[in-house]
């Protein structure tokens, strides 16, 4: 196929607007943290950037998108070896397709971030997320987008499978293998800035229509259907959290609207461009709704998933892969329209890409553990990472 | 001399402020502060969850008065930080001797400094 000139410029922009949501994560984790951990945090997602994006043209994209078996690509393009400025993927230059879905693998590992904060050597942290990205998240990518087995087979338009369930799942997994941060359950551990975090919500939602409405990889309707379904979904689960909270607390918190806005976008992304905007509505409302009863259950089963990284993102990550196949009605058809297949097919893809992230973080934290350690001692967590690991602070007199 | 610390509720501030100007006195410290007494604490609401926050918000002010001033300045505070109702946490006013001040400037010292 030839290349378009408006699908390039669209893809193009679209993955400068990802990119733009690592800085909108560290502004959301940022100001949810103590102060002490403010930078450690903030660079738990700026350093993703660094280290994901040479993984990703080194060997992840090869490994996701390669020709290889239906478990994992080759190493066909290793080293991003046959091709050059004239390669073409679709309507577009391969090096743009490899660029945009090179965002994904850089924000996908950050987001784990969020449930390990303030307990983690960095060089640890590093090691886990460049692990995790060749261990997990390039299988995956290839199973539903790169020729793998269910390719053509579940529908995940923008990465709620792909991104969502396995950085989500991959949370719970390696919070449950280090442990509680010092204090959880007595201490408050409270927010520091959450003036910090509605901004970075702002900047994510804003980065988000690039990741949705950019993964139509052209400037046609189907961009245009999943531009708008991430305008409604995150609307109409930032109005139920709110009101939520309104009910059972009295108060309608900013972090509480920022939050369901996020459940509303993690459960739009595999639906953006399979649901009409009508059906945006009850896919974000119904998120939200569950997100909401899940961050609760940290609390009941006292397990310190610090910012919520599973609660979010993996069960909204769950709910969105499973609503695409109840709504799905544009290139393809969901429950509503009476195909139960599709609903066993999106149940087939969760369960084993829960299986798959959960088995292989373990494996990663366990052999990380046993090498270089992964928790900071007592002292420099009580200290905080900031000082400890980076030798600076956020906030001077 | 006497120097006066008082801690207050924040939002009396801007109260107690305008009562010390009607006696002019223009020479004040003010700081940030958290503390219970009490009071004991309240609830925050984050994500859904309830923290208790037992260490509350506070202005703390710090003021370095002649003797003869001392009642007048009390009174002050006390106006501006009771306000129309006085309730639980409305703060406290403590008053220390103050053995000496040295003004850096010109290294005057005694009452002529303050």
Not at chain 1, 339 to 365: C, E, K, R
Not at chain 2, 78 to 88: C, E, P, V
Request: hydrophobic share 50%; charged share 15%; with cysteine.
């Amino acid at each position: 196929m030839a290349i378009e000139g408006a699908d390039t410029v669209w893809v193009l922009i679209s993955a400068a607007l990802v990119l733009l949501m690592l800085p909108g994560l560290a502004l959301f984790y940022g100001g949810l943290v103590q102060r002490k951990n403010v930078l450690s945090s903030m660079m738990h997602s700026f350093v993703a950037m660094g280290v994901m994006a040479l993984e990703w043209v080194l060997i992840g994209y090869s490994l996701a998108f390669a020709d290889g078996n239906w478990f994992v690509g080759g190493l066909g393009h290793a080293f991003l070896r046959g091709i050059d400025a004239y390669s073409v993927t679709g309507t577009i230059p391969t090096y743009a397709f490899i660029a945009f879905q090179g965002m994904f693998a850089i924000i996908t590992p950050a987001l784990i971030s969020g449930a390990i904060v303030g307990r983690v050597k960095f060089k640890s942290y590093i090691a886990f997320i460049a692990l995790w990205g060749l261990i997990v998240y390039a299988p995956v990518c290839h199973w539903v987008w790169g020729g793998g087995f269910l390719t053509g087979e579940a529908l995940d338009f923008a990465g709620g499978t792909v991104v969502h369930i396995t950085s989500g799942v991959s949370s719970l997994a390696i919070l449950t293998y280090i442990g509680k941060r010092r204090g959880f359950g007595v201490d408050p551990l409270k927010p520091h800035n959450v003036t910090l975090t509605l901004l970075g919500g702002g900047l994510l939602w804003f980065g988000w229509f690039g990741f949705n409405a950019g993964s139509a990889l052209a400037a046609n309707e189907i961009a245009a259907l999943a531009f708008i379904t991430t305008l409604i979904a995150p609307a109409a689960a930032g109005f139920v959290w709110m009101a939520l909270e309104w009910r059972h607390f009295g108060y309608p918190t900013a972090l509480g609207f920022a939050t369901g806005v996020l459940a509303g976008l993690v459960a739009i992304t595999p639906c953006a461009g399979f649901v009409t905007p009508m059906a945006a509505i009850p896919i974000g409302m119904i998120t939200s709704f569950v997100c909401y009863k899940a961050v609760g259950l940290k609390e009941r089963f006292g397990y310190d998933d610090s910012l919520d990284a599973f609660g979010v993102h993996g069960v909204g990550g769950i709910v969105g892969a499973l609503l695409v196949g109840v709504f799905a009605s544009v290139g393809g058809t969901g429950l509503l329209l009476g195909n139960t297949s599709q609903m066993l097919i999106q149940l087939q893809g969760v369960v084993i890409t829960i299986v798959y992230a959960a088995v292989g973080t373990l494996l990663i934290g366990f052999i990380l553990n046993r090498t270089i350690g992964l928790k900071v001692t007592e002292s420099e967590e009580n200290i905080g990472l900031d000082k400890t690991q980076h030798g600076e602070i956020a906030y001077n007199v | 001399m006497k120097y006066i610390i008082a801690m207050i509720r924040p939002e009396r501030l801007d109260a107690v402020k305008r009562e010390l100007q009607k006696l002019e006195v223009n020479r004040l410290t003010v700081s940030s502060v958290a503390g219970y007494g009490a009071q004991k604490g309240h609830l925050e609401i984050y994500r859904a969850t309830e923290h208790e926050a037992n260490l509350l918000e506070k202005v703390k002010i710090e003021i370095a008065v002649e003797d003869h001033f001392l009642q007048s300045v009390i009174e002050a505070i006390n106006t501006g930080a009771k306000g129309n109702d006085g309730y639980i946490g409305s703060g406290k006013i403590f008053v220390l001797p103050l053995e000496d001040v040295i003004r850096i400037r010109t290294n005057e010292t005694g009452p002529n400094a303050l």
